[in-house]
């Protein structure tokens, strides 16, 4: 069974950066396209980037292109978020997600089976 840990989390300053890590362990990695997802207090979750089983076709949310950047080493089971350039609407707890492969992957939360337990991510000065 396919299991997600997230790291990486902690407290920023506006303008700095983070790097989240998605560690996965089970038998079918990598056959997984990896979503990253957030949910700040009294807002809807919301889809940031996913990135395909291959690690070939990316998607971001518009609120984060040019500042988050996702990748992945499937050697070592583990997906990245790289996030630059912080906002304070940022600050949300940050979640992993696992899809069987697709043809591209999914930014629809529904459509992922398989969560991570979310790191908490802040961006105040």
């Known amino acids: 069974q396919l299991q997600l840990v997230e790291s990486g989390g902690g407290l920023v300053q506006p303008g700095g950066s983070l790097r989240l890590s998605c560690t996965a362990s089970g038998f079918t990695w990598p056959y997984y396209d990896i979503g990253w997802f957030r949910q700040a207090p009294g807002k809807e979750r919301e889809g940031v980037p996913c990135i395909s089983a291959t690690g070939r076709s990316t998607k971001y949310t518009d609120s984060v292109k040019g500042r988050f950047t996702i990748s992945r080493d499937n050697a070592k089971n583990t997906v990245y978020l790289e996030m630059n350039r912080l906002k304070p609407e940022d600050t949300a707890v940050y979640y992993c997600?696992?899809?069987?492969?697709?043809?591209?992957?999914?930014?629809?939360?529904?459509?992922?089976?398989?969560w991570g337990q979310g790191t908490q991510v802040t961006v105040s000065s």
């Open positions: 997600a696992a899809e069987p492969q697709q043809a591209t992957c999914s930014a629809i939360g529904s459509e992922y089976h398989t």
